[in-house]
């Protein structure tokens, strides 16, 4: 049984898709406040292995940063619905661009707009 993981071309397609992901974000007024970092580079990181451990790849994740406790990561940014929409919107971009199937891609837009919607924390 392959996992979504592989079935996606692994690591390679997470680099890329997390990568085109973050050069929206870099040039996003509304996004870019929210990565206290100089460089995007360590988030850039931390969201691929954090995607790629939830999708079936190595659990890098877990060993380096303990549990995602994603809501929790996320409690001291103020993330609201235009965050939200910016944050899919460069998503859906790199998405657009990864080639994957259509299958693979309806099931992993489904994720992370779930995932967009439970880490809003304000009404602004």
Sequence with gaps: MTTFFEEAGGEETFRRLVH?????????????????E????????????????YWGGPGTYSEQRGHPRLRMRHVPFTIGEPQREAWLGHMRDALDESGLPPELSEKFWKYLTMAAASLVNSET
């Excluded at 360590?42 to 292995?49: F, G, M, S, T």
């Design 20 to 36: 085109r992901f973050y050069q929206g974000v870099s040039k996003d007024p509304l996004l870019r406040p929210l990565y206290p």
């Design 38 to 53: 100089e460089d995007l580079g360590p988030a850039e990181e931390r969201l691929r292995l954090f995607l790629t451990q």
